[in-house]
Antibody
Framework: QVQLQESGPGLVKPSETLSLTCTVSGASINNYFWSWIRQPAGKGLEWIGRIYISGGTNYSPSLKSRVTMSVDTSRNQFSLRLTSVIAADTAVYYC?????????????????WGQGTMVTVS | QSALTQPASVSGSPGQSITISCTGTSSDVGGYNYVSWYQQHPGKAPKLVIFDVSNRPSGVSNRFSGSKSGNTASLTISGLQAEDEADYYCCSYTTTTTVFGGGTKLTVL
């Protein structure tokens, strides 16, 4: 059973850097794409970015200047860094398994999600 | 990249069918068969109910179905049940980004 678990500080000061890690269990991080998504209280989902195991990344155009994602295959983890945070970055942050490919076929959907972690900028 | 457009709310009675639309552009919904749909209950993580426009993950009820025409995708839920009351989000993958819809609150009357 594949599980994802977000971890990191729940409180970050304005102008500082938000850092979160997602630990993957039950599957190798090597075979999939992985995404970060956030959701401010009472609002909709916002995609932040994705990382491929080759280290390739795609970021949301609106956050691109402040976002960096990385992967640690030895720990089966991937990470998010968001710099110069402001109050509007306060949200529940989710990690999720993204595109998966099997025998030459790829499937596009965020099929497994972490439980989410609340990050407050204050 | 603008968010995909969904109705803010829809409602239906138990046993009825409802459809939620999701409108994008030729650069996202219309350009790729990579639309997915998510169900989210309050306080919970989203759950994938449709991927690649019309495919259901294992374990998702066959009451959920998806389709696409041009730049608009649709999620249909048939035989509405009380447990279907939730927020629903569409999502479109492109080669450089992913974009969500604003979400639709489904109320089962």
């Amino acid at each position: 059973q594949v599980q994802l678990q977000e971890s990191g500080p729940g409180l970050v000061k304005p102008s500082e850097t938000l850092s979160l890690t997602c630990t993957v269990s039950g599957a190798s991080i090597n075979n999939y794409f992985w995404s970060w998504i956030r959701q401010p209280a009472g609002k909709g989902l916002e995609w932040i970015g994705r990382i491929y195991i080759s280290g390739g990344t795609n970021y949301s155009p609106s956050l691109k200047s402040r976002v960096t994602m990385s992967v640690d295959t030895s720990r089966n983890q991937f990470s998010l860094r968001l710099t110069s945070v402001i109050a509007a970055d306060t949200a529940v942050y989710y990690c999720a398994r993204d595109v998966r490919c099997d025998s030459g076929n790829c499937y596009y959907g965020l099929d497994i999600w972490g439980q989410g972690t609340m990050v407050t900028v204050s | 990249q603008s968010a995909l457009t969904q109705p803010a709310s829809v409602s239906g009675s138990p046993g009825q069918s409802i459809t939620i639309s999701c409108t994008g552009t030729s650069s996202d919904v219309g350009g790729y068969n990579y639309v997915s749909w998510y169900q989210q209950h309050p306080g919970k993580a989203p759950k994938l109910v449709i991927f690649d426009v019309s495919n259901r993950p294992s374990g998702v009820s066959n009451r959920f179905s998806g389709s696409k025409s041009g730049n608009t995708a649709s999620l249909t839920i048939s035989g509405l049940q009380a447990e279907d009351e939730a927020d629903y989000y569409c999502c479109s993958y492109t080669t450089t980004t992913t974009v969500f819809g604003g979400g639709t609150k489904l109320t089962v009357l």
